[in-house]
């Protein structure tokens, strides 16, 4: 039964949301084709706060989970290895470059408990992705923190410059989070040279899908000091399966999985199917990618109407400046039943807020805008 499920899924293709048709009407009946977990109307709380794809996760990968839940009694010993392979594949690399882990986090603890084996510093912007490091800083390393550019980038050169003789990890998040800006290629592909002469460097991808960027994946065939990190959580809509991978040098994945009590093996069989049906899911990453596009643009171009600055996004987020903002922002989205974050930098009251659907969008403009309140 279960070697029949592994060939369904690897023959699975964009056609095969046939099979199980029966349990997935809900899916295949809906317009549009990816709901929202809620709707406008039922009094739920908007939730625009942890950059989660509101339209996943994908058909395909409903179905895959839909069809191995009577497996989960098993482990996913079996599966393991095929998304590993399809992960390959899909960054042109051989399965001894990767790693899995539940989520992308789990992949920045591994590379951070690495790091940690030598006592030392650690490199990173402010501000950046930083629910890793406490990890580091608990194993007794002090954090370098490097404020972004004016612009609001890595500033690569300072960076750079930070390294100490005893800094062990120096970490980017390309694009950014909570900025959502990205560097250039060939200057990061500069930077990760120099640095991963002097120290482990840990590229945080998780954003990529994102953007028409290439990923800094070529460069682990040869580089033992390259870490890169990335996640099904963001445009494949799998932030709750909690699927992650990391890709280097065959000798530093043998170094990471010594780092974690069971090898690829810390994923559920649900969520590995998932994910090797999510890799199929072309259509869905297509439509994903021009949702966003379409509401994060809308809601630049409104809230900047509204003289709220924002940063020119690459991701599924938005960075904008409450400076000039008089109402308390964060009261509004509370009046409202939105779920934002916070301030992340004093100078210029900076924060970000996650696109959502086009609907959740329009009712944050309308929740701020004071003029129609």
């Not at 279960?2 to 046939?18: F, P």
């Not at 060939?186 to 998780?206: G, Q």
């Amino acid at each position: 039964m279960l070697s029949n499920r592994r060939n369904w899924l690897r023959q699975m293709g964009l056609g095969a949301l046939s099979i199980g048709a029966s349990r997935l009407n809900g899916f295949a009946s809906a317009p549009p084709a990816y709901i929202p977990r809620y709707n406008l109307a039922d009094g739920q709380s908007v939730r625009l706060s942890s950059n989660e794809n509101p339209y996943g996760p994908s058909p395909m990968a409903r179905a895959a989970m839909s069809e191995y839940i009577t497996a989960s009694n098993r482990y996913s010993w079996q599966l393991g290895p095929d998304l590993i392979t399809a992960l390959a594949q899909k960054n042109n690399l051989t399965a001894d470059h990767i790693i899995l882990g539940a989520g992308s986090t789990q992949v920045l603890d591994l590379a951070s408990r690495l790091a940690a084996l030598n006592k030392g510093s650690f490199v990173m912007s402010f501000p950046t992705y930083p629910y890793w490091s406490a990890t580091l800083e608990n194993l007794g390393m002090k954090k370098i923190s490097v404020p972004l550019t004016a612009d609001k980038k890595n500033d690569l050169s300072a960076i750079l410059k930070a390294i100490q003789p005893d800094t062990q990890l120096v970490y980017l998040c390309n694009p950014n989070n909570p900025t959502g800006t990205i560097c250039n290629h060939e200057e990061l592909v500069h930077f990760v040279e120099e640095a991963s002469k002097k120290a482990w460097v840990l590229v945080d991808e998780a954003y990529i899908d994102f953007t028409s960027e290439r990923s800094l994946s070529s460069l682990v065939n040869e580089n033992k000091k390259l870490v890169i990190a990335r996640t099904f959580s963001k445009i494949y809509g799998l932030a709750g399966a909690r699927i992650g991978y990391a890709m280097a040098h065959p000798a530093t994945i043998e170094q990471l999985s010594r780092m974690q009590s069971w090898p690829n093996g810390d994923i559920s069989v649900v969520s590995t199917a998932a994910a090797i049906a999510s890799l199929k899911d072309e259509k869905f990453v297509k439509e994903t990618h021009a949702l966003n596009q379409h509401a994060r643009r809308y809601t630049i171009e409104q809230m900047e109407r509204l003289n709220i600055p924002c940063i020119p996004s690459h991701t599924n987020f938005i960075y904008f400046s409450l400076a000039n903002h008089q109402p308390d922002f964060f009261e509004q989205l509370k009046q409202n039943n939105i779920l934002g974050t916070g301030i992340y930098e004093e100078q210029g009251k900076w924060s970000r807020i996650t696109v959502g659907t086009l609907p959740e969008m329009q009712k944050l403009i309308s929740a701020i805008d004071t003029a129609h309140a």
